[in-house]
């Protein structure tokens, strides 16, 4: 079992940054890949980035890639989502999940993950 806590949500300027933070309970946070995802209003979750369990591989969707950086610190059981160059269409709620390690590939869908965050809000005003 494994409990995800997000932070560093808020309100922010376009052209302005942010870091997430997802804390991560359990003593087997290392063996699970993670992923970041985000939902508005009458839209289905989408992908955001992905991170396999070493953190040797990474995974970006293409509206966020040159833009956001996911990392993690397997010692603080902690993934990291850092945000740049955020544009009002990043508003969102941001999700952290965690899953199995799929071979050489991440999942890039909602089922592919086992254990979800409750979300944080991210606003960018224009």
């Known amino acids: 079992q494994v409990q995800l806590v997000e932070s560093g949500g808020g309100l922010v300027q376009a052209g302005g940054s942010l870091r997430l933070s997802c804390a991560a309970s359990g003593r087997t946070f290392s063996s699970y890949a993670m992923g970041w995802f985000r939902q508005t209003p009458g839209k289905e979750r989408e992908f955001v980035a992905a991170?396999?369990?070493?953190?040797?591989?990474?995974y970006y969707a293409n509206s966020v890639k040159g833009r956001f950086s996911i990392s993690r610190d397997n010692a603080k059981n902690t993934v990291y989502l850092q945000m740049n160059s955020l544009k009002p269409e990043d508003t969102a709620v941001y999700y952290c999940?965690?899953?199995?390690?799929?071979?050489?590939?991440?999942?890039?869908?909602?089922?592919?993950?086992?254990?979800w965050g409750q979300g944080t809000q991210v606003t960018v005003s224009s």
């Open positions: 999940a965690a899953g199995p390690n799929y071979g050489s590939n991440l999942a890039v869908f909602p089922p592919g993950y086992d254990y």
């Open positions: 991170i396999k369990w070493s953190g040797a591989s990474t």
